[in-house]
């Protein structure tokens, strides 16, 4: 019953408030992983981003305006990681953030020997635990400029990943499956990629992606849909790993 009722409320609210063809045939020209769908599944992505425009509050910042376009677009690149696992996996959080450019979080943190540091990290994306997507417009905007990067979709992983508790590069896998061959992928991986660091070779993937586990996992998670053949070619334990957990064959 209760999944009548849903699916009815869902039917209703995208009659009374449908995206527009030309924001979405927009949207689906600037995100490339929604271009590559089929129309079957761009109509799926499609519900979902007006289910993300429903349920969140998009907010811009720093008398920055985000017009109708703008909105469709970045819905649409944050649904395509759920296009296959249901709105229901971006529960338990509301807003996203937007600033014009990148930002700067000004913080403080305690060392183990009791000093205080202040950071100043210049960020282009952040996720907080149960609290909001934060984004800068300007790297939206440059989404498919940089071969792989997706800041919406990193830190929509990341989302994904902080589920079952902090981002640790080990989201809540699906019934059945194998923690240890996620662990095994993941780790092996992660290994080789550091040696191929210390040596000073090319990585197939953004450095930053060594940063910790999480971000391992939302940087393969990026290049998982938007350069799918090169994460497929240099790491394919890790792109079997997210075909999986993603439902999704991205090509």
Known sequence: ?????RDWRIRRLIARYPIAERPWQDALQRCAPARRLDASDQA?????????????SLEPVNGFH????DRVLL???ACVPIL????DWYSGWYSVIVYPDAFIPHRQHTDAAGVVHQTNSVLAGEAWGRGPVILSWADVLNIGQRP?????????????DMLNGNANGFPPLHRRKDQRVWWLAFSSAWDRLQEQKHHGADLPMDQYA?????EFFAVASEQFFEAPATLRQHLPDVYRQLVQFYRQHAF
């Open 44 to 56: 799926t992505l499609r519900v979902l981003a007006t289910l993300f425009l429903d349920r969140k």
């Open 66 to 69: 985000l017009d109708e376009a």
């Open 1 to 5: 019953m209760f999944k009548k009722i």
């Open 84 to 87: 296959k696992l249901g709105f």
């Open 148 to 160: 792989g990067r997706n800041v919406v979709i990193h830190e929509m992983a990341h989302k994904l």
């Open 75 to 77: 819905a649409t690149h």
């Open 210 to 214: 060594l940063e910790s586990p999480a």
